[in-house]
Nanobody, 127 residues
């Protein structure tokens, strides 16, 4: 069993930055991939970013590419999502997802590729 705990959400204005953190605990093993997804009321959860177990492959949705950066600290079992130049459309609940990695270079971007999910942290961008 793996537990994920997100933190770092908050209320900001357009153009501000936030850094989300996701700490994994439990039987994480040594090879694990992780990603960030987000969801707004009435919409399906959407992919934001993912990082491979080795950290050498990162993928982003088109809507956040160039503004968000995903990174990880394997020793601490923490994954970060640095969000810069936040926009109104970034308002959502952000979820961290985890799965045991098959390939150390693969960064999964589909929900179905993840087994464990955090409870979410809310990000609100408003004027």
């Amino acid at each position: 069993q793996v537990e994920l705990a997100e933190s770092g959400g908050g209320s900001v204005q357009p153009g501000d930055s936030l850094r989300l953190s996701c700490i994994a605990s439990g039987r994480t093993g040594s090879i694990w991939a992780t990603g960030w997804f987000r969801q707004t009321p009435g919409k399906e959860r959407e992919f934001v970013a993912a990082i491979s177990p080795r950290g050498d492959s990162k993928v982003y949705s088109d809507s956040v590419k160039g503004r968000f950066t995903i990174s990880r600290d394997n020793a601490r079992k923490v994954v970060y999502l640095q969000m810069n130049s936040l926009q109104l459309e970034d308002t959502a609940v952000y979820y961290c997802a985890f799965d045991y990695g098959g390939s150390v270079h693969y960064a999964p971007r589909r929900e179905s590729e993840y087994t464990y999910w955090g409870q979410g942290t809310r990000v609100a961008v408003s004027l």
